[in-house]
């Protein structure tokens, strides 16, 4: 089976950009998509099939990808931003995701 | 806007059975697939189990396989999980989500239920 490896957190000053990486093998050939999950609330897709944000979601929010990592870039981060994120791949019919990275915005 | 509402959740003991419903509204249940996501307390996200829109295909986690179930009850706009033999480490809050792409399968999770608390203890 495949993991995907997220650090586990990211702190970030006001106005600068947060960057959070994804590793893992599978990322090579698989779309990744990215959660947000706020503290006690259920998570929101923030980006999909590697770097399309859904309608709603600001455009500070941006994903890239490069062979086996992913990546959620949060540019001009704001407080609102504070959150857990996850990231998640298809490995064939099993559903995979990164063990979460916690955004400080300090 | 979509929604998802679940219920069923609660207090089970070791080897006991629960089962898990999720009502949709304000999409078309029937064209979607869905899944069960769950997460411990201060825990990550797990991926549990998914079915297909006609109910067709079920893909489980191997944490699962064997004593959950999903199913679906699309004239009713409803989604299942039937535990058995539940044990501690199920212990979790259990999200349904819909599949973002219609009439496909194994994309992103978009939306997501509110969550429903199973406690396995004796």
């Known amino acids: 089976s495949y993991d995907l490896t997220q650090p586990p957190s990211v702190s970030v000053s006001p106005g600068q950009t947060a960057t959070i990486t994804c590793s893992g093998d599978i990322l090579a050939d698989k779309y990744t998509y990215w959660y947000q999950q706020k503290a006690g609330q259920s998570p929101v897709v923030v980006i999909y099939?590697?770097?399309n944000r859904p309608s709603g979601i600001p455009e500070r929010f941006s994903g890239s990808t490069s062979g086996n990592t992913a990546t959620l870039t949060v540019s001009g981060t704001q407080a609102v931003d504070e959150a857990d994120y996850y990231c998640q791949a298809w490995d064939s019919s099993t559903a995979i995701f990164g063990g979460g990275t916690k955004l400080t915005v300090l | 806007q979509e929604q998802l509402v679940e219920s069923g959740g609660g207090l089970v003991k070791p080897g006991g059975s629960l089962r898990l419903s999720c009502a949709a509204s304000?999409?078309?249940?029937?064209?979607?697939?869905m899944s069960w996501i769950r997460q411990a307390p201060g825990k990550g996200l797990e991926w549990v189990s998914s079915i297909s829109s006609s109910g067709s295909t079920k893909y489980y986690a191997d944490s699962v396989k064997g004593r959950f179930t999903i199913s679906r009850d699309n004239a009713k706009n409803s989604l299942f999980l039937q535990m058995n033999s539940l044990r501690a480490e199920d212990t979790a809050v259990y999200y349904c989500?819909?599949?973002?792409?219609?009439?496909?399968?194994?994309?992103?999770?978009?939306?997501w239920g509110q969550g429903t608390l199973v406690t396995v203890s004796s």
């Open positions: 989500a819909r599949d973002g792409v219609y009439g496909s399968t194994r994309n992103w999770f978009d939306p």
């Open positions: 304000r999409f078309s249940f029937s064209d979607y697939s």
């Open positions: 099939q590697d770097t």
